[in-house]
């Protein structure tokens, strides 16, 4: 395994019990990278990232975070090599403030809470410091995805895992967001993998991409290829 990947997935098999929803998945992430996987509903994008942070699922194969063999680490021993997912539906506690949230999310961190990773965190979304009080639950769309990006940031994670950021948020609000995390790519080198229906707005934020079908993946590419092959914009940027 080379350590100049981030992450390194080799052959992976991902199964719920006796459904198998993965195979034969190859994929590599630069450090500093920003990678995207593209599929359509039950494509098993989500159950990738359940398999790379060990939630929920059954895997097989290799992945290595940063050099280092993770298949038989636990999750919480996978979020302190740090990777942070930021899963679908976002996972935040409604009932708790935005505070509170963020200090959850600084809970699995290697050396505990850090009041460093908070201001950086504030500084990224504004809006949370001015809802500092507020309960999730209450929060807009746009605002419960930042808390829950935020949330991941609280443990400077050196690998982003985001589920569908995107979803259900008005194009304007996830222009922020993505810009947010270009940012947050830009100035601590941070890889990430982000997982997407929304192509167009993806493969502009991503370098490179992997387009999943059915449990496997059916073609990889830089971002720039990938918007221009044929299947692609007729599936997913429908021109
Ligand atoms: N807990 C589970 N138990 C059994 N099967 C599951 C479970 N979660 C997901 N699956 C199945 O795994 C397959 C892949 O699902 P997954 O959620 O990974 O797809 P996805 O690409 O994230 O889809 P979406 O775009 O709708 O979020 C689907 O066929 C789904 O029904
Ligand atoms: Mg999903």
Redesign the pocket.
Known sequence: MSASWMLEIQNLHVA??A?R?LEKISLNVAAGEIVCVL??????????LRAISNT?VQRSGRIAVAGQDVMNRSASQIVRLGVAHVP?GRGTFAHLSVEENLRLGAFARKGGFSQDALERTLGYFPRLRERYRQQAGTLSGGEQQMLAIGRALMLDPHLLLLD?PSFGLAPRIVGDIFDILRQINAAHQTSVVL?E?NAAMALNLAARAYL?ET?RIVLSGSAVELRSDHAVRRAYLGS
Not at 39 to 47: D, I, L, R, V, Y
Request: aromatic letters at 4%; a negative charge; hydrophobic letters at 40%.
């Open positions: 719920y019990g459904v929803v599929g359509a509903n039950g494509a098993g994008k989500t159950s990738l929920m679908d569908e997982v229906q999943l449990g």
